[in-house]
């Protein structure tokens, strides 16, 4: 699908480009899979692991992780009182290109744990932070369109009218993903990407 708010496989592939070069750069993990020469079937994939605060953890389903954990109190060391405080969480994104829609998709998942797999982060949690403001929306889960597994999916039907709003930027991809991240569970994007908004590129 082409036309105003639409990126063509094309774009998907040089904008994603220009995003592995400089994660590269900076060491931030983003890679290209897939096969770039078949519409659809090329994807971008960020695994990291991170620590969140207590609360956030309890609020996406890490409560039993954290009853194992016992009562802080209890802990003689204060500085292992610090470090028990906060939780692994492993998060992996996927940013896949719709042929139905001409737009990019952003896929997740999320586990409270040390590993990816263990204590899966749920659609029904991460409602609940919608609740608190947190401004989930339109999230539902759905199996990725390449590796045939479950993920939590933003919906595509907001991405047109997001990147129609880019239509001056020179990589629309990181313009919409700049917007989408915020909502993206621990989704970060470095100052380094937003400079590839501003510059032209070509595919490599």
């Known amino acids: 699908m082409d036309g105003p708010g639409t990126l063509t496989w094309e774009e998907f592939i040089l904008n994603a480009k220009s995003l592995v070069r400089v994660s590269n750069e900076i060491s931030d993990s983003w890679e290209l899979r897939g ?9 971008l994939c960020r695994s990291v692991k991170t620590f969140v605060s207590s ?19 209890d802990v003689d060391d204060p ?30 998942n999320a586990w409270i744990s040390d590993f990816p797999g ?12 919608a609740q608190q403001g947190v401004g989930y929306n339109e999230l539902s889960q759905a199996v990725h369109p390449i590796l045939g597994t479950i993920f939590l999916q933003f919906h595509p039907c907001l991405s047109r009218e997001l990147i129609q709003n880019t239509s001056k930027s020179n990589n629309k991809l990181i313009s919409w993903l ?27």
Request: aromatic share 8%; hydrophobic share 40%.
């Open 35 to 43: 096969d770039e020469e078949v519409p659809g079937q090329a994807y």
């Open 55 to 73: 609360d956030l953890a309890a609020a996406l389903g890490g409560e039993n992780r954290r009853e194992n954990l016992g009562n802080l109190d």
């Open 79 to 108: 500085f292992e009182a610090k470090r028990v405080e906060d939780s692994p969480m492993c998060v992996e994104h996927h940013i896949l290109w719709s042929m139905s829609y001409g737009v990019p998709v952003l896929y997740f």
């Open 118 to 129: 263990v204590n899966a982060v749920t659609v029904e949690s991460i409602q609940n932070l």
């Open 178 to 204: 700049s917007t989408v991240a915020p909502s993206a569970l621990n989704l970060k994007l470095r100052g380094e990407y937003f400079n590839l908004t501003l510059e032209e590129s070509s595919i490599s």
